[in-house]
């Protein structure tokens, strides 16, 4: 199926430095989802961006919504061992209608080195 | 927020038996639920959309008669997974819609890991 191209696909890090990652789609989205998922669990929405050029933060981490709308990313500051996990671009498969169905990046995995 | 509770968490069956995966919206009414299935290490899977009062509707290459869903109510949807066999074994997700949380936003189960002897 359809899916996002999304990058890295692994980083590996140590404590406290920065992290960047980003998400890119040929096609036009008007919401860009991240979402981070721990091992063996559901993934748990970080941000959501309905707005070409939108910026947002939730605690350390920052989205943006590309002005192209074609793209998004998502960065981590100072991070931290919990930051651990797998962090997935998500978007609404664009004209599907009002239960439109998520496009999903393949994942960006980050490793936390104490 | 919104939560929704997927059970059980864990499964081990023998082949050839059907087992049978809830996911319930616990604060919310979800009209539509989605079923994932996730292999180690790689992306979310959509397999179908579930409709309340209503057909899923399967993604292409999934198996409606292998995969039957149903979602009876605004709060429960269940998948169960026939006569399974040990290309199965996968984790599987359940997801909904929240309205409140935005129309495309969706909030996920903690997942249920199936293996199949």
């Known amino acids: 199926g359809q899916q996002l191209n999304q990058s890295p696909q692994s980083m590996f890090i140590q404590e406290g430095e920065d992290v960047s990652m980003n998400c890119t789609s040929s096609?036009?989205?008007?919401?860009w989802l991240w979402y981070k998922q721990d091992p063996g669990e559901g993934p748990v929405l970080l941000i959501a961006l309905y707005k070409a050029g939108e910026l947002t933060s939730n605690g350390r981490l920052t989205a943006q919504f590309g002005t192209t709308r074609k793209d998004s990313f998502l960065n981590i500051s100072a991070s931290i061992p919990s930051d651990v996990g797998i962090y997935f671009c998500a978007g609404p498969l664009p004209g599907a209608g009002n239960n439109r169905k998520l496009i999903w990046g393949l994942g960006t995995s980050l490793a936390v080195n104490p | 927020g919104a939560v929704v509770s997927q059970h059980p968490s864990r499964v081990i069956c023998k082949s050839g038996t059907s087992v049978k995966i809830e996911c319930r919206s616990l604060d919310f009414q979800a009209t539509t639920m989605f079923w994932y299935r996730q292999f180690p290490k790689q992306s979310l899977m959509l397999m179908a959309t579930s409709n309340e009062g209503s057909k899923a509707t399967y993604e292409q290459g999934v198996e409606k008669d292998k995969f039957l869903i149903n979602h009876a109510s605004l709060t429960l949807s269940t998948l169960t997974v026939t006569s399974a066999h040990p290309e199965d074994s996968s984790f599987y997700i359940c997801s909904a819609r929240d309205a409140v949380a935005g129309a495309n936003v969706l909030t996920f189960g903690a997942g249920s890991r199936l293996t199949v002897l």
């Open positions: 096609s036009i989205f008007n919401t």
